[in-house]
């Protein structure tokens, strides 16, 4: 019997496919799904014949997995691999729903995997390793949030096939095995998905596809990240005397460290955009070697709060009005003073008050750089 095919264009009712597609999913069924790079065929983890069929799409290619895990979020990637390094996470965050899978070890006790049927294990787990991605097309992810228990993925066809960028494609290689099929057109990028491998401190390329290893290896970077008020004292400040610290550590200059994977940026809880650095300001991290002549401030968004690894703040209360705003940073954010002591507010005040704010910061910095996991050059 032929599939049913949806044409998701015409639909004038999105909510009602997503709810046959999860219907069917449920059943044990196959579903044909468009991503942003090409088309999926989807079904239950929790159905071993529906595993089986799903398998019947994909060869053995190496030791890899034969299917991918699909997640909801970038956080639900802990339950499924609770080893993965601070470079997966940060790629998790900043690339998922997105066009990117990663292999990541399958070698925890308290992985969901081993919860697993061994069939269902057997397939998304191979050379001791797991394929997690999260596709960016939000009719997967509508039917993902419905569905208890994890789906599977299968790029249907033979290594080294392009990939299925069209319900044609998928139809011919899927045949029958598909019960629904969900037809949003030419897949956005028809282009591959790119797939890494996590390694202990870095990854490395295993298939390249649209999103280069240059982008992944900026969007791996450490992301540290200063907030006071208004972005023009206390946050420029801090953000110019670590760009020297990691500089210093580094072995390199001040507007190189990114290169070296570590991107620097202050915000304000009040800022206006476009804004210079205080005079005070300026003047007193000069006299410290850095410079913040060519400051400009931004508001604290939720885009920075999202990408960066840590938040500083200033105050006790600006930690408090990031959590109120976005509580899911919780982990990510701290007072810039190690013994949660506010920083000295300069506005207003004489040159000799920005130097004793400016002191104060490189203090606290240099007692928090240890912390991040930035290495000494050469070592």
């Not at 390094?85 to 990117?100: L, N, Q, S």
């Not at 509580?327 to 008050?353: Q, Y």
């Amino acid at each position: 019997m032929p599939p049913t095919v949806i044409d998701l264009r015409r639909t004038e009712d999105a909510r009602d496919v997503v709810h046959r597609a999860v219907q069917a999913l449920a059943e044990g069924r196959a579903v044909a799904f468009p991503t942003e790079t090409d088309y999926v065929v989807a079904s239950s983890g929790r159905d071993p014949r529906a595993v089986a069929a799903l398998c019947g799409l994909v060869p053995r290619h190496g030791d890899e997995p034969r299917l991918t895990l699909t997640l909801k979020s970038a956080d639900e990637a802990l339950d499924w691999a609770p080893r993965m390094t601070a470079v997966g996470r940060r790629i998790a965050r900043r690339c998922w729903p997105g066009p990117v899978a990663m292999l990541v070890p399958d070698d925890h006790a308290e992985s969901l995997v081993q919860r697993l049927p061994a069939a269902t294990r057997d397939a998304v787990v191979g050379g001791g390793r797991l394929r997690l991605r999260i596709p960016g097309h939000p009719m997967l992810s509508d039917c993902l949030r419905m569905l208890a228990g994890p789906v599977l993925l299968a790029e249907p066809g033979q290594p080294g096939d392009e990939p299925a960028v069209t319900v044609a494609d998928v139809m011919s290689r899927a045949g029958a095995s598909v019960s629904l099929v969900i037809d949003d057109g030419r897949a956005r990028y028809a282009q591959a998905c790119t797939t890494i491998e996590l390694d202990d401190v870095s990854f490395r390329m295993v298939r390249p596809g649209i999103v280069s290893e240059e982008t992944l290896r900026r969007l791996a970077s450490l992301m540290v990240l200063f907030v006071c008020t208004g972005n023009t004292c206390r946050s420029p400040m801090a953000e110019a005397l670590f760009r020297c610290l990691v500089a210093e550590r580094l072995g390199c200059r001040a507007d190189e460290i990114e290169q070296h994977g570590v991107v620097v940026a202050s915000a304000g809880l009040a800022a206006w955009g476009g804004g210079a650095a205080s005079s005070g300001a300026v003047e007193a991290v000069v006299e410290m070697g850095a410079d913040l002549s060519a400051h400009e401030s931004q508001p604290l968004t939720e885009t920075l709060v999202t990408q960066a690894d840590v938040i500083l703040t200033m105050t006790a209360a600006h930690r408090a009005a990031i959590l109120a705003q976005f509580p899911t940073a919780g982990g990510r954010v701290a007072m810039l003073s190690p013994d949660r002591h506010d920083v000295l507010d300069p506005i207003g005040g004489s040159l000799e008050t920005y130097r004793t704010c400016a002191q104060q910061i490189r203090g606290h910095l240099e007692a928090r750089i240890d912390t991040l996991g930035i290495r000494s050059a050469g070592r």
